[in-house]
Nanobody, 123 residues
Framework: QVQLVDSGGGLVQAGGSLRLSCAAS????????MAWFRRAPGEEREFVAA????????SYADSVKGRFTISRDNAKNMVLLQMNSLKPEDTAVYYC????????????????WGQGTQVTVSS
């Protein structure tokens, strides 16, 4: 089992950058594929980015491709989401998620979730 703690959110102007962090506790972090999802006010939770267990493969939602980068450091039990060229439509609560073995873009397939961190992008 793994516990996830998200951090790094905040208020930023359009065009700015933020880096979200997800710290994982528990053993064998490298067994888990990791992802970021987000939920904007009044919207469904949506996929943002995912990374496989060893960090060799990533996937992104079309809306963030080229602007966001997901990475992981298995030695530090960390997953990062670097967000550049932020837009007001990126405003949401961002959640780190983990699941055993294979990465997925489907939130219902993830077993473990962080508490979420608010990202607000002003225009």
């Amino acid at each position: 089992q793994v516990q996830l703690v998200d951090s790094g959110g905040g208020l930023v102007q359009a065009g700015g950058s933020l880096r979200l962090s997800c710290a994982a506790s528990g053993r064998t972090f490298s067994l888990y594929a990791m992802a970021w999802f987000r939920r904007a006010p009044g919207e469904e939770r949506e996929f943002v980015a995912a990374i496989n267990r060893v960090g060799s493969s990533t996937s992104y939602a079309d809306s963030v491709k080229g602007r966001f980068t997901i990475s992981r450091d298995n030695a530090k039990n960390m997953v990062l989401l670097q967000m550049n060229s932020l837009k007001p439509e990126d405003t949401a609560v961002y959640y780190c998620a983990g699941r055993t073995w294979l990465a997925s873009t489907l939130d219902q397939q993830y077993e473990y979730w962080g508490q979420g961190t608010q990202v607000t992008v002003s225009s």
